[in-house]
């Protein structure tokens, strides 16, 4: 399990998004920066629900090892999810007001969607190796 790629790329990509659930999002800076309040990704309901689907998508992922299609399943549609996070945050940083400073973590969703594609690209070469070597076992008899 440990010793293929596209199951530390999965790893990697499971604890950034367990990592979400405790990270800041944005800081909220009142008038001469003043006040700083620190929002947290879980603290808007649908960032939580998003992630907490993509939690449970990844630990699919990374534990179904020996069902290859299904695990790549999982990793592409985690992906996905990821990615509409991605552009949600995007979107409340262009349309932020004015002393709102989003945090670094912003990005965590993109890297892990990224290393979840990563993943997926390995498990469909390993899927295909198999099948491969399956036909040509079927040959020879």
Known sequence: MWQRIQTLYLAVATGLVVA??????????????????E???IS???????????????IIALLTFRARVLQMR???????ILLGLQGWLVFDYLTAADGVLFHWTAILP????ILDFMAA????RDQLLVESMSRLRSRKR
């Open 20 to 37: 979400l659930f405790f990270c800041v999002k944005s800081f909220m800076v009142g008038s001469g920066g003043s006040h700083v309040e």
């Open 74 to 80: 999982t990793a592409v549609l985690s992906a996905l």
């Open 110 to 113: 993109l890297l892990a969607a």
């Open 39 to 41: 929002v947290k990704y």
């Open 121 to 124: 690209r390995r498990i469909l």
């Open 44 to 58: 808007f309901v649908p960032y939580a629900i998003l992630l907490v689907v993509a939690a449970i998508l990844q």
